[in-house]
């Protein structure tokens, strides 16, 4: 998989933490497979989304995938900027339902599924943010990550594939 060089850089490196999270990311199969074949449909531009579940001390829990649009226009190929008034919607629909947004994922275009500096600045605690590496129009991995207790770094999170 190509690796472009600042992902071995310094600043690169530094938003990853090299303890591993305790909690794991459970996720049906075909949730999974709609994060990828979206990560493919949007390329060579980044796409992203928000995870619809619930957190308990095991983890992450995914209900729901809800493609967002990405808004930026002048860097897309390697920036995302979420849409307010989508995660506002998806947000007010939620209410009450006993399901909440629980984290936000996106791809990284001809790059591996590691978190970037940009990611970690705009990470909250307790979300998950799965990455989908699309090589020339594939989806060729998908990594999990969240916040470590610090909020200096990333952590792995383990993908658990549930049953759909």
């Known amino acids: 998989m190509y690796e472009p060089d600042r992902f071995r850089s310094p600043e690169y490196l530094a938003v990853l933490d090299d303890k591993a999270a ?3 990311f459970n996720i049906a ?3 999974l497979e709609i994060m990828r074949k979206s990560a493919e449909a ?3 531009l980044e ?3 928000l995870l619809v579940g619930s957190l308990n001390d095991a983890g992450w829990v995914i209900h729901d995938i809800r493609p967002v649009a990405n808004l930026n226009e002048e860097r897309a190929a390697d920036r995302f ?3 307010p008034a989508g995660y506002q919607a998806i947000d007010r629909e939620l209410r009450g339902t006993g399901v909440e947004i629980i984290g936000v994922y996106h791809s990284h275009p001809d790059c591996p599924a590691k978190p970037s500096p940009t990611d970690l600045e705009s990470a909250w605690e307790g979300f998950a943010y799965p990455i989908i590496s699309v090589c020339d129009g594939k989806a060729v991995d998908i990594c999990c990550w969240s916040v470590n207790d610090s909020a200096a770094a990333f952590q792995n999170i383990e993908i658990k594939e549930i049953a759909s």
């Open 81 to 83: 900027q979420l849409d």
């Open 42 to 44: 949007g390329y060579p």
């Open 22 to 24: 305790d909690a794991v």
């Open 47 to 49: 796409i992203c989304g």
């Open 29 to 31: 199969s075909d949730k």
